[in-house]
């Protein structure tokens, strides 16, 4: 059975500070993808980004990059130089090949004051 | 494309009362999902079709909870009696043959 673990409930940073979300999974398929989403407190789910499991380069898109590695079954988040817009609820989700529904993480909330 | 559009974005309803939940996909997009969110269970799936055929439903939490898709371009997930343990936040979802997924904004059920 597939599962996602965020273990950090709430974080709290002040602006400008770097900040990781973690995220590990649980998957007995060779096959899966991994995804980010942002939950702003206007409700939405805002997607981030999506990555497939033969694919363990890093990626950085601004500052949000993203840390894929299979050997701990982790791909963690870091954002840079946080902003209070980045305040949110950030969650870590999973799709197993042939099986098509998300398997979501219970979220990390990140408050960022200024 | 305008989305995936959920309405109505806000529902309030008394308990007992039937309550239903509208969902249009994004055109061409061949699965839909509904999720529901609360703060004790997070986002659960409740159910899920491809191409308009129910594939699993096990997520449903009882017989009061039921979901239709009668065509590629409409979905309904109906609640009847409602309770008041029904509120949360309901996503519909919609993904391409890609493999992306794109959620609605989300229906925000209170029932008192």
């Known amino acids: 059975a597939q599962k996602v673990t965020q273990a950090q409930t709430e974080i709290s940073v002040v602006e400008k500070e770097d900040v990781t979300l973690d995220c590990v999974y649980e998957?007995?398929?060779?096959?899966?993808?991994l995804f980010w989403y942002k939950q702003p407190p206007s409700g939405e789910l805002v997607f981030l980004i999506r990555r497939n499991s033969f694919d363990e380069q890093n990626e950085i898109s601004g500052r949000y990059s993203w840390n894929f590695q299979k050997s701990t079954s982790s791909f963690n988040f870091t954002i840079t130089a946080s902003q209070v817009v980045d305040s949110a609820v950030y969650f870590c989700?999973?799709?197993?090949?042939?099986?098509?529904?998300?398997?979501f993480g219970k979220g990390t909330m990140l408050l960022v004051s200024p | 494309d305008a989305g995936v559009i959920q309405s109505p974005r806000h529902e309030v309803t008394e308990m007992g009362q039937e309550v239903t939940l509208r969902c249009k996909p994004i055109?061409?997009?061949?699965?839909l999902f509904w999720y529901r969110q609360t703060m004790m269970r997070g986002l659960e799936l409740l159910i899920y079709f491809n191409n308009n055929v129910p594939i699993d439903d096990s997520g449903m939490p009882e017989d009061r909870f039921s979901a239709k898709m009668p065509n590629a371009s409409f979905s309904t997930l109906k609640i009847q009696p409602s309770e008041p343990r029904d509120s949360a936040v309901y996503f519909c979802?919609?993904?391409?043959?890609?493999?992306?997924?794109?959620f609605g904004s989300g229906t925000r059920l209170t029932v008192v």
């Open positions: 998957t007995r398929d060779t096959t899966y993808y």
């Open positions: 055109s061409g997009h061949d699965y």
């Open positions: 979802a919609s993904r391409d043959r890609g493999g992306g997924y794109t």
């Open positions: 989700a999973l799709s197993e090949d042939g099986y098509s529904t998300l398997t």
